[in-house]
């Protein structure tokens, strides 16, 4: 079983930065790619970026490229979402996920992913 737990959400200015930290444990960090998802009121979670487990492959949704990236630090069990440029509609409940997987690949779909960590809020606020 692993566990991941979310940090570093809050309130935040349009065009303001925040970064996401999740922290895994109870699992071999290595062997997930890892995703982060986002759900807003009344809407289906979607995907926001994903890493593979050394890192080599990243992928992101349209409306996050160019201002959010993601990363992993694999001595310390922990990815991480940098968000810049933050607008009104990147409002939401942040999610991390972890993907077992045996390749390096990555998968923008939340089926994909068998743990997920409690969900930290960001709100943007105009």
């Known amino acids: 079983q692993v566990q991941l737990v979310e940090t570093g959400g809050g309130l935040v200015e349009v065009g303001g930065s925040l970064r996401l930290s999740c922290t895994a444990s109870g699992g071999t960090f290595t062997d997930y790619a890892m995703g982060w998802f986002r759900q807003a009121p009344g809407k289906e979670r979607e995907f926001v970026a994903t890493?593979?487990?050394?890192?080599?492959?990243?992928r992101y949704s349209d409306p996050v490229k160019g201002r959010f990236t993601i990363s992993r630090d694999n001595t310390r069990n922990t990815v991480y979402l940098q968000m810049n440029n933050l607008k009104p509609e990147d409002t939401a409940i942040y999610y991390c996920?972890?993907?077992?997987?045996?390749?390096?690949?990555?998968?923008?779909?939340?089926?994909?992913?068998?743990?997920w960590g409690q969900g930290t809020q960001v709100t943007v606020s105009s």
């Open positions: 996920a972890a993907d077992y997987t045996v390749t390096g690949a990555v998968d923008a779909r939340t089926s994909a992913y068998e743990y």
């Open positions: 890493i593979s487990r050394g890192s080599k492959r990243t």
